[in-house]
């Protein structure tokens, strides 16, 4: 094992009109799949987590994966590497375990500002059975109390891109520190029902990795409705790990995080139902959600969020100018798919032609399922090429896909957009709703330069009134 590079430095009945969303028909597919693997979270979770490293334990291919996903320079010391799992190791005649802990030894005394340091399982480590938990088990026992190590899988087999991140948050769980059940003193004087199930909320913990500025503002709007103690999953620090325990709230900010909520909630967290903060309205329900789990009056709710929703929705308007009518297609990828679509159709009056998802957690997206437009096309899973055919066949204004299908279908002619820069950029929240909703209308006005006479004209644009915002 050798170091390399930055150590150094079935088919479904027909949609029927007004069905629900725990009924809506979901055509599932089992074929060729176009996706990323896990690795490629590494890539938005090293600049989160501030002090933690990311070593793969994979093949080159893996390497150069996320050297070409990150786009980061060798010398500038990006905290994610790979250790490469090569010939003697494939052929027995080396010791992977030792040759870890060697690569490991050498990365510790070559970066002490490490705290955290995640061994992360790829498909050739999975192939050749390395078992990198007790990898990890071992290295924390010499490397406590300075380094911390930990494990997940990346691995490409039978997974997706954004579920990197749900594993990685998912090992950081049952090291989050527990608390008690202490109620807010609001909820004590009964201003909020107590779960007749469950104990009442003592905190809120906000779940899925955000830019540290969507994180900001957030965290200003929840002290403004007076949320008491508000924490955020991942931490930018390692040794800032919120705590979990019955009273913790979990809201989602991200759709694909199944396994950590799983994890969160048999520590005793409760989940509260909600939408995904995409857009106004989708930024206003899911706070809405957060002040009803917390007691929080209407007025107080009203006066915090609506000049933020009005702001949102009007710097929306010129993006639903130029997106009105047009039909959008979502092959499955990042498992944002259901509430990006439940956006475009909501708010910038788009058509939805299908909408593809790689998996869909019913549970976690019914209150996005409900506000889905009926009738819609939903598929989980995928058969790469019979969704091309009817993609083909739908002939769409706008492809929602992954890099590897978007440029064939560029040069057929449609305008794509890919998915992952939808999880790249920070797009959650009220300042952030024009922001995305630009990014679907880009690839149009792009088209229209280009000389493509069906696409929108591009309209004035001036910057959003809330790119600088503090
Ligand atoms: Fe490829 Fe698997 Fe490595 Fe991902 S983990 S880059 S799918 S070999």
Redesign the pocket.
């Known amino acids: 094992m050798s170091p390399v590079i930055p150590i150094a430095a079935e088919p479904a009945p027909a949609p029927t009109a007004g069905s629900c969303a725990a009924e809506r028909p979901v055509q599932r597919e089992r074929g060729q799949r176009e996706v ?4 490629t979270g590494i890539v938005w979770l090293h600049r989160k987590l501030q002090d933690a490293f990311f070593l ?1 334990v ?2 080159r ?2 390497a ?3 050297q070409s996903a990150a786009g980061v320079m060798i010398f500038a010391e990006p905290r994610f590497a790979t250790a490469i799992i090569d010939d003697r190791d494939l052929a027995g005649l080396a010791d992977a375990n030792d040759e870890l802990d060697g690569v490991v030894a050498q990365l510790v005394s070559r970066r002490p500002d490490i705290r955290l340091l995640f061994l992360v ?4 480590s999975e192939v050749i059975k390395l078992d990198l938990g007790r990898a990890a088990e071992r290295l924390s026992q010499r490397l406590l109390p300075q380094v911390r190590v930990l494990h997940y899988s ?4 039978e997974t997706t891109f954004t579920q990197g991140e749900d594993a990685c948050l998912a090992s950081l769980v049952p090291l989050m520190p527990t608390v008690g059940t202490a109620a807010l003193p609001s909820l004590a004087r009964g201003d909020a029902g107590t779960p007749a199930d469950g104990a009442p909320p003592t905190s809120l913990l906000v779940v899925g990795a955000l830019a540290d500025i969507v994180e900001d503002q957030f965290r200003r709007l929840f002290a403004e409705l007076g949320i008491p103690e508000v924490h955020f999953l991942p931490p930018r620090r390692a040794g800032a790990l919120p705590p979990v325990g019955p009273g913790t709230r979990v809201l989602m900010a991200q759709p694909f995080l199944a396994e950590t909520v799983r994890a969160l909630e048999a520590r005793g967290a409760r989940r509260i139902p909600a939408v995904f903060p995409l857009g106004a309205e989708g930024t206003t329900e899911w706070v809405h959600a957060a002040c009803l789990a917390f007691g929080v009056p209407h007025t107080t709710f009203a006066m915090a969020v609506g000049p933020r929703r009005e702001r949102a929705a009007r710097s929306m308007q010129r993006h639903r100018l130029a997106l009105q009518g047009r039909r959008v297609f979502f092959f499955p990828d990042s498992q944002l798919e259901v509430p990006l679509a439940r956006f475009l159709a909501r708010e910038l009056g788009m058509q939805l032609t299908e909408v593809g998802t790689p998996y869909l957690h019913r549970q976690h997206l019914a209150e996005e399922l409900a506000l889905l437009p009926d009738p819609v096309v939903l598929t989980e899973g995928q058969d790469v090429e019979a969704q091309l055919d009817r993609c083909r066949a739908a002939a769409p204004d706008l492809v929602v896909c992954g890099l590897g299908l978007a440029n064939p279908l560029e040069a057929e002619g449609l305008a794509t957009k890919w998915s992952i820069e939808l999880v790249f950029t920070p797009v959650q929240g009220f300042e952030q709703a024009a922001d995305l909703a630009e990014l679907f209308t880009r690839p149009l006005v792009r088209r229209h330069k280009l000389g493509a006479t069906d696409a929108p004209a591009p309209a004035p644009t001036p910057a959003s009134p809330w790119r600088h915002a503090a």
């Open positions: 990323f693997c896990g690795l793969v994979g093949s291919t893996c150069h994966l996320l399982g790829s498909c050739p990346g691995s490409g087999i």
